[in-house]
T-cell receptor, first 114, second 114 residues
Framework: QKEVEQNSGPLSVPEGAIASLNCTYS??????FFWYRQYSGKSPELIMS????GDKEDGRFTAQLNKASQYVSLLIRDSQPSDSATYLC??????????????FGRGTSLIVHP | KAGVTQTPRYLIKTRGQQVTLSCSPI?????VSWYQQTPGQGLQFLFE???????NKGNFPGRFSGRQFSNSRSEMNVSTLELGDSALYLC?????????????FGPGTRLTVT
């Protein structure tokens, strides 16, 4: 059973701080990694994808991937109250008939307080 | 470019009935995946269709089925509804296979089984 683990939180940070969200996965052969944001009552929306070890930056967001340690993280710089949401980590993993299926973590709730 | 659309948005059914949900992907996207989201289990993969063929299937009973049409629109069917099927059903489209590419989610269909 392929697993993607996230701390459920809530993670509370002050406005302007850096929020650090972490995700670990169990399947060593996973190749594609994604972060989604989900506001309460809404559907998930894509923030970033990352495929190679190292950092990938997009605006205030930085995704970090370490395949050897099997973890993915998301840093949000200059956090804003509008960043308050649940952040889902998704990993290409879980073999089904020879193909891989996307597996999502349960999500980390982030609260950015003014 | 228009996003992923799902119909209906809300549905109330009685135990034992069947239901069909519809999803229209982003124009040009050939992959459509379906997910079930509940507070207790998080986001669970149901199946993926690509070019009218089911590629992958999650760990759900045979009561859950789907299909994809030549225009990439997809339908999901649940027969003999159970109370535990109450959930948010999300459709996601990808420019390529979901195991590799990012996914874009529709607004979801909220199904309540009484």
């Amino acid at each position: 059973q392929k697993e993607v683990e996230q701390n459920s939180g809530p993670l509370s940070v002050p406005e302007g701080a850096i929020a650090s969200l972490n995700c670990t996965y169990s399947d060593r052969v996973s190749q594609s990694f994604f972060w989604y944001r989900q506001y309460s009552g809404k559907s998930p929306e894509l923030i970033m994808s990352i495929y190679s070890n190292g950092d990938k930056e997009d605006g205030r967001f930085t995704a970090q991937l370490n395949k050897a340690s099997q973890y993915v993280s998301l840093l949000i710089r200059d956090s804003q109250p509008s960043d308050s949401a649940t952040y889902l980590c998704a990993v290409n993993g879980g073999v089904s008939g020879g193909s891989y299926i996307p597996t999502f973590g349960r999500g980390t709730s982030l609260i950015v307080h003014p | 470019k228009a996003g992923v659309t799902q119909t209906p948005r809300y549905l109330i059914k009685t135990r034992g009935q069947q239901v069909t949900l519809s999803c229209s992907p982003i124009s040009g996207h050939r992959s459509v995946s379906w997910y079930q989201q509940t507070p207790g289990q998080g986001l669970q993969f149901l199946f993926e269709y690509f070019s009218e063929t089911q590629r992958n299937k999650g760990n759900f009973p045979g009561r859950f089925s789907g299909r994809q049409f030549s225009n990439s629109r997809s339908e999901m069917n649940v027969s003999t509804l159970e109370l535990g099927d109450s959930a948010l059903y999300l459709c996601a489209s990808s420019p390529g296979l979901a195991e590799v590419y990012e996914q874009y989610f529709g607004p979801g269909t909220r199904l309540t089984v009484t």
